[in-house]
Antibody, heavy 118, light 111 residues
Framework: EVQLVESGGGLVQPGGSLRLSCAAS????????MHWVRQAPGKGLVWVSR????????TYADSVKGRFTISRDNAKNTLYLQMNSLRAEDTAVYYC???????????WGLGTMVTVSS | QSALTQPASVSGSPGQSITISCTGT?????????VSWYQQHPGKAPKLMIY???KRPSGVSSRFSGSKSDNTASLTISGLQAEDEADYYC???????????FGGGTKLTVL
């Protein structure tokens, strides 16, 4: 079964750091672009970041640029999101998603909640 | 980059058809035939329903169709069913530093 499972979310104070993980299974992880998409409570989806299949090309939304780092370990079939200098507005459910050649997202994880609060 | 513009809500009765619009700009929807649509039920992950503006992934009902004209994309659901009640989001690739932009979402109510 094709599956993505996020982990690593939790409560963190403003200015703190958190690393999210996304474990992939059921498909050849190493050939796909991967993404992080977030959704604040009661709000819409927002694209956060993308990494290519080799891990040597990354892009970010302006709102997280310089604070978040996306990475991957193809040997472990795992995607990561290192989040530093967290702000209250980063509070959201973070989804990892598989990218398609048509620049869509065809497989999504269940998400992991990140709460930034003192 | 501003989010794509969708109506906050639409509604329809079972069996009817509804259309959800998604308005962008010449920098996103108008420049690329790379609009996708997602269905999200409460507390669940989004599900891809349409990609490249009008193509359906395997397993998605033919009741769902997509189209695009200039800077506006549309999702049409025909033969509405109770299980179609959900939030729907459009998304467009926008290239450059913007990359991907989502719409604000539309809540579909099946009366």
């Amino acid at each position: 079964e094709v599956q993505l499972v996020e982990s690593g979310g939790g409560l963190v104070q403003p200015g703190g750091s958190l690393r999210l993980s996304c474990a992939a299974s059921g498909f050849t992880f190493s050939i796909y672009w991967m993404h992080w998409v977030r959704q604040a409570p009661g709000k819409g989806l927002v694209w956060v970041s993308r990494i290519n299949s080799d891990g040597d090309s990354t892009t970010y939304a302006d709102s997280v640029k310089g604070r978040f780092t996306i990475s991957r370990d193809n040997a472990k079939n795992t995607l990561y999101l290192q989040m530093n200098s967290l702000r209250a507005e980063d509070t959201a459910v973070y989804y990892c998603a598989r990218g398609t050649r048509a620049y869509a997202f065809d497989i999504w994880g269940l998400g992991t909640m990140v709460t930034v609060s003192s | 980059q501003s989010a794509l513009t969708q109506p906050a809500s639409v509604s329809g009765s079972p069996g009817q058809s509804i259309t959800i619009s998604c308005t962008g700009t010449s920098s996103d929807v108008g420049s690329y035939n790379l609009v996708s649509w997602y269905q999200q039920h409460p507390g669940k992950a989004p599900k891809l329903m349409i990609y490249e503006g009008s193509k359906r992934p395997s397993g998605v009902s033919s009741r769902f169709s997509g189209s695009k004209s200039d800077n506006t994309a549309s999702l049409t659901i025909s033969g509405l069913q109770a299980e179609d009640e959900a939030d729907y989001y459009c998304c467009s690739y926008a290239g450059g530093s913007t990359n991907w932009v989502f719409g604000g979402g539309t809540k579909l109510t099946v009366l």
